[in-house]
């Protein structure tokens, strides 16, 4: 159970608050934190359900205003928790019954408290309740919950697994945990190992939120000097050294430019530089999702982020999550409680976010305190793309020294990484097709027949180059190919 959370509660009930919400979708773990608290006020803690009634006299079953009915009628100083709040609270008489208990839960020294998964107050409740929300189980609880499945654990090993089940939920952990130990034979690297594989399958219940495979790390990145040198110089940055000298914690960092240039390559990479979980937040997911608001969705993704950090959460074409933020409606208050999220957490979760189109991008996204920095990924100089000719050639087991680089990369000039990968990769084809290895023509006739994204979106891309110069740090070390086209 969450300590603080029930520290949290106990202070608003000894405030005089008579309605709370409890944010939880694990109901026992709610229900013990609650037990702290009411300890902690000297009430009872009472349930209601709306199949069960009230505590053990039953009374009160059958809806939400029957429950309220039997709640007045008890005199005596208590917490009452109303089990799946979020069903509840479409009644309209139960809801004017509720607001008239007021006073009277105030003299009695009670409180109401709402648990659900997610709680959407009607207006008449918004003023009159404070939310609290039940934290996913951090290391110490983990801890002790495995503990408590086996002897004598190695502690070491129990670290690992511990981390490794960090974003799930009590139960979830525990449950993975004993089916991981059982089929590795007790708990050893290899149970380790099981555990993350089940976290995985379990963090799919999240439709916004996925665990990614840290493949790619910085040296797989072509070009962008500058950003490298600013992200492996906040590597250290995270750890208790840096806090007591002072550091801010690293917030994270909006990556603006051309398609194609690196930009998701660098956000995945930024994980397994600094050896962090990377996660990837779809906001698309997140608005598609039929099973939960997105409100909720984007709260319960943040909240496994927090606690799995330190972590890389990665959101990919940020600007059209939010596109639709300044038209109101569910978007405009996702995009409210995300930016908030952005500027005020304390969890070591370093955000990584790509756009494509500034246009499209909330000013408010841009304004300092959200990111810690704003970089432009403009298409890669001559001597990035010699670069990345080099890592594709080497990826494909072919010695770059056997061709001659500085002139692809000069026939290259309009490319982007990606399309350099994708030359690369029809002259393999070509070779294998006729039967030899690949050569020096097939790379430059492949780079002739490819169309450059440039050639395309030429007056966009002059546009962006525009925007980012006097307002974007450049992501290269050479700022020549930010001038490229400059007066064309």
């Known amino acids: 159970m969450s300590r603080d959370c029930a520290k949290e509660i106990g202070l608003l009930v000894k405030a005089g608050w008579r309605l709370i919400g409890l944010e939880a979708f694990e109901e026992d773990r709610a229900l013990a934190t609650l037990q702290l608290a009411a300890q902690a006020c000297k009430r009872e803690l009472v349930t209601w359900s709306v199949a069960s009634g009230l505590g053990s006299s039953g009374h009160g079953a059958g809806s939400l ?55 959407e107050l009607p207006t008449e409740l918004m003023h009159e309740a404070a939310i609290v929300e039940l934290p996913l189980p951090r290391a110490p609880e983990l801890d002790a919950l495995f503990r408590s499945a086996i002897e004598s654990p190695n502690a070491e090993i129990l670290e690992n697994a511990v981390r490794a089940a960090l974003g799930l939920t009590s139960d979830e952990a525990l449950r993975v945990f004993r089916k991981s130990c059982a089929l590795a034979g007790g708990l050893n690297e290899k149970a380790v190992a099981g555990i993350v594989r089940e976290k995985r399958q379990a963090l799919r219940r999240t439709p916004a939120l996925t665990f990614h495979e840290l493949s790619a790390g910085l040296e797989d990145v072509g070009g962008l000097g500058e950003l490298k040198r600013w992200l492996r110089e906040r590597r250290r940055a995270f750890g208790d050294e840096a806090r007591k000298f002072g550091l801010p914690m690293p917030r994270g960092l909006l990556l603006l430019g051309v398609q194609g240039c690196g930009k998701s390559l660098s956000a995945k990479a930024v994980a397994r530089e600094w050896s962090f979980p990377l996660l990837r937040l779809d906001l698309a997911a997140a608005f598609g999702s039929s099973d939960q608001t997105p409100e909720a969705t984007i709260r319960e993704a943040t909240a496994v982020a927090e606690s799995i950090a330190p972590c890389v959460l990665w959101i990919d074409e940020i600007e059209k999550g939010f596109a639709a933020a300044s038209e109101g409606g569910s978007a405009s208050r996702v995009f409210g409680a995300f930016l908030t999220w952005l500027s005020e957490k304390q969890a070591p979760v370093f955000v990584v976010a790509t756009a494509n189109d500034v246009t499209r991008l909330p000013p408010e996204l841009l304004r300092r305190g959200r990111f810690d920095e704003l970089f432009f990924v403009d298409l890669p100089s001559e001597a990035e793309r010699v670069e990345i000719f080099t890592i594709h050639l080497r990826h494909f087991n072919r010695d770059p020294l056997q061709f001659d680089l500085a002139e692809l990369s000069l026939q290259a000039s309009r490319l982007s990484g990606s399309e350099i990968e994708q030359v690369v990769s029809a002259a393999l084809y070509t070779a294998f097709t006729e039967g030899r290895d690949l050569g020096f023509n097939d790379l430059a006739n492949a780079i002739t027949d490819t169309v450059p994204l440039y050639d395309t979106y030429e007056e966009r891309i002059k546009e962006l180059r525009d925007w980012a110069r006097t307002r974007a740090r450049p992501a290269t070390l050479n700022a020549k190919s930010a001038n490229l086209f400059k007066g064309r």
């Open 65 to 119: 205003d029957d429950g309220l009915r039997a709640i007045s009628a008890a005199a005596e100083p208590a917490i009452f928790a109303i089990l799946d709040a979020h069903r509840q609270l479409h009644d309209a008489v139960a809801l004017r019954r509720l607001r008239d208990l007021f006073e009277l839960l105030a003299e009695r020294m009670q409180a109401i408290v709402l648990i659900g998964p997610a709680l």
